[in-house]
């Protein structure tokens, strides 16, 4: 994903710096001095009534602020540059960012994982192992509570028994591939 972020990070700068460079030179800077202000207004309002009781409400606000202008001018440039093909160039580039497709494989964890719930004993060894998958990305997730964090550690154990209770030649070849390599990690690792 860190490449994909990358590639996608570099499309978008390069398609909305190029609109907004021939969007200035044609006489558009005066309507983004304008309209970038009174949109970040607005993405700051929106940003804290979303994150009204978060103890980081202000990162949040001045984070949307931020972020909702930089939209507002990209959006202006591409459509000021080529119309309604720069709104479709906009919207795809929304559409494939690497959020977009977080939310999307988030979605699709969340579908598969209702037909993989109940006790392991009777789940099969795909389910297993999505609901690794699942509690895994759920567990890293920095906005997961405490409390929830407790209770996944505990389905991870019963999962992982279940899992060598069932096969324990495969568990041994799985359980090596089965924590996620973290920044942690990757610093043992150059440090060997």
């Known amino acids: 994903m860190e490449i994909y972020r990358f590639v996608w990070g570099v499309v978008a700068v390069v398609a909305t710096a190029t609109a907004l460079v021939y969007d200035v030179a044609t006489g558009g800077l005066a309507r983004l001095a304008l309209m970038a202000p009174v949109v970040a207004v607005f993405g700051a309002l929106l940003g804290f009534s979303i994150a009204e009781e978060r103890p980081d409400r202000w990162t949040w606000t001045r984070r949307a602020a931020v972020w909702t202008a930089l939209a507002a001018v990209a959006a202006d440039g591409l459509a000021a540059t080529a119309g309604a093909l720069g709104l479709l160039a906009g919207t795809v580039l929304v559409l494939v960012s690497p959020p977009a497709i977080g939310l999307g494989w988030r979605w699709v964890f969340a579908w598969s994982s209702r037909r993989s719930t109940g006790p392991p004993e009777v789940m099969v060894r795909r389910d297993l192992l999505r609901r690794w998958e699942w509690t895994t990305a759920e567990v890293r997730r920095s906005t997961t509570p405490v409390a929830r964090r407790l209770v996944l550690v ?39």
């Open 154 to 192: 505990e389905e991870r154990r019963q999962l992982l028994d279940e899992l060598q209770r069932r096969d324990p030649a495969y568990f041994a070849e799985w359980v090596v591939t089965a924590v996620p390599e973290g920044p942690l990690d990757r610093r043992r690792l150059r440090d060997r």
